[in-house]
T-cell receptor, first 112, second 114 residues
Framework: KQEVTQIPAALSVPEGENLVLNCSFT??????LQWFRQDPGKGLTSLLL?????REQTSGRLNASLDKSSGRSTLYIAASQPGDSATYLC???????????FGKGTHLIIQP | DAGVIQSPRHEVTEMGQEVTLRCKPI?????LFWYRQTMMRGLELLIY????????DSGMPEDRFSAKMPNASFSTLKIQPSEPRDSAVYFC????????????FGSGTRLTVV
């Protein structure tokens, strides 16, 4: 059964810093990995999807990488802004199951 | 596209009452998923459908929970009878069938059972 772990659980940094959020998964037979953002009381917004044949994806200030051999993915946020404050969730699809398995998320606060 | 549409946004009900949550997936998306989010357990997959057929309901916590997808544009998740421990946010998601497509989530239904 796929298990996804996110570290750190919470992070608070000053505005302008570059930061890295980490995600690890137990089953290397992962198809896709998707990063989401969740604002308080809101739904999930997809940020980046790394498909099975890819190693990274970029969107604006965000870059996500996937290393199946080590069972890890990272989300890099450049030049952080207060508007980036949210919970970031990593989710993997693999192991034969069609649904996503989520980590518990990283609660990010960017201080103005 | 309007995205995945869920209703109601909020539901408060008394213990023992029947609760029905609704979801309209994105047109053309053949797979539909129901998730539950709680502080303690995070996001958990309850059940998913491919082409309106339930594929895996192993995440449904109890027989009190049931889900249907009568057509490609509508799904329901029913809890009967409801209990306080069912209080959570319930999300519906959809995607195109195939391994290389991402998931799109609805805004969720916040259920409170008192």
């Amino acid at each position: 059964k796929q298990e996804v772990t996110q570290i750190p659980a919470a992070l608070s940094v000053p505005e302008g810093e570059n930061l890295v959020l980490n995600c690890s998964f137990t089953d290397s037979a992962i198809y896709n990995l998707q990063w989401f953002r969740q604002d308080p009381g809101k739904g999930l917004t997809s940020l980046l999807l790394i498909q099975s044949s890819q190693r990274e994806q970029t969107s604006g200030r965000l870059n996500a990488s996937l290393d199946k051999s080590s069972g890890r993915s990272t989300l890099y946020i450049a030049a952080s802004q207060p508007g980036d404050s949210a919970t970031y969730l990593c989710a993997g699809q693999g192991g034969g199951a069609d649904g996503l398995t989520f980590g518990k998320g990283t609660h990010l606060i960017i201080q103005p | 596209d309007a995205g995945v549409i869920q209703s109601p946004r909020h539901e408060v009900t008394e213990m023992g009452q029947e609760v029905t949550l609704r979801c309209k997936p994105i047109s053309g998306h053949n797979s539909l998923f129901w998730y539950r989010q709680t502080m303690m357990r995070g996001l958990e997959l309850l059940i998913y459908f491919n082409n309106n057929v339930p594929i895996d309901d192993s995440g449904m916590p109890e027989d009190r929970f049931s889900a249907k997808m009568p057509n490609a544009s509508f799904s329901t998740l029913k809890i009967q009878p409801s209990e306080p421990r069912d209080s959570a946010v319930y999300f519906c998601a959809s995607r195109e069938t195939g391994i290389n497509y991402g998931y799109t989530f609805g805004s969720g239904t916040r259920l409170t059972v008192v």
